[in-house]
């Protein structure tokens, strides 16, 4: 009796309290063991009593959990995975039902994948990819492979070398920017110094303008037409006058174009000149003033 009663509390069975018997039909069991637990929220209320295959084609497995623990209707019965090796076991997922499952009633069957299950379905993707990747990248290196003939090599090993070139004269030029750093803080000193000063005289412009753009209103109200008409006809005026001097009609044009007449006037003028000159050192030849009775001389 004793070994009896220590076989069966070994296998987990209560054979004090009594036990109720539930049927759970599995495509797949996975693994499972009798006697593997039966958990309500991580706790044991009972066993994997028996496995078997049914006459329908799927896997019977029959719980005996503790008479003290209420299986309500729609209880889930959940084949899950309890540690990383696999090892398996029974979760019922309870309803609030009130109405509880009875002795040899069947409960629903669903199977939730393991932690190996989960990280094997995120990674059997994934080496799908990098099968697909490494594939690609062989085609590509094979491409590269027959597209860099010797001659290619020679070339890239050219360009690379004028890249490098081309970088020390980027270095050479950023060197040279960052030692004239200074005067183009100073240029963009004085940008900011002639912005200041537009600003701080936007309204004198601002007048300059608007008397800029009187001016030009007026400039397009005025008669210019007339005014170039009157132009030429002064023009036309001037043209006359010149043409009359160049000729020999009237006295300007007689004393530009007759040159005795230059002659006389200049011998005349000459003369005068002579006269004024005697007068002016000879006064008394030509005025005598008679002061208080004096005598005629």
Known sequence: MIFFAGFYFLKG???????????????????????????????????????????????????????????????????SSTDLLGSKAISLELTRSKELVQDEETLPAEVQGGIIDAISSEITPLLQDMRHAIGTLDTVLAGVNGVLDPTARENLR??????????????????RLNAE????????????????????????ITRIIDNAAK???QLSQAPIEQTMKDLQSTINQLQTVANKLNSNEGSLGLL??????????????????????????????????????????
């Not at 044991?44 to 719980?63: D, F, M, P, T």
């Not at 050219?158 to 060197?175: E, R, V, Y």
């Not at 750093?181 to 936007?202: C, D, F, P, Y």
């Open 13 to 79: 069975a209560n054979i004090f309290s009594g036990e109720n018997e539930y049927y759970v039909y599995y495509d797949d069991v996975q693994g499972l063991q009798a006697s593997s637990p039966v958990l309500i929220k991580g706790m044991s209320v009972g066993r994997v009593a028996s496995i078997s295959l049914h006459e329908n084609g799927k896997v019977q497995v029959v719980l005996a959990v503790d008479k003290g623990t209420k299986v309500p209707k729609g209880t889930v019965a959940k084949l």
């Open 181 to 204: 750093s200074g005067q183009m803080a100073n240029v963009i000193r004085n940008a900011n110094s002639i912005t200041t000063n537009l600003a701080n005289n936007n309204e004198r």
């Open 215 to 217: 001016t030009t209103d």
């Open 256 to 297: 530009v174009n007759d040159k005795a007449l230059y002659n006389n006037l200049n011998s005349s003028l000459t003369t005068l000149n002579s006269l004024m000159a005697d007068i002016e050192a000879h006064p008394t030849r030509y005025i005598n003033l008679t002061i208080f009775g004096r005598k005629k001389q």
């Open 158 to 175: 050219q360009s690379i070398a004028n890249l490098d070139a081309t970088m020390a004269n980027f270095n050479q030029i950023s060197n």
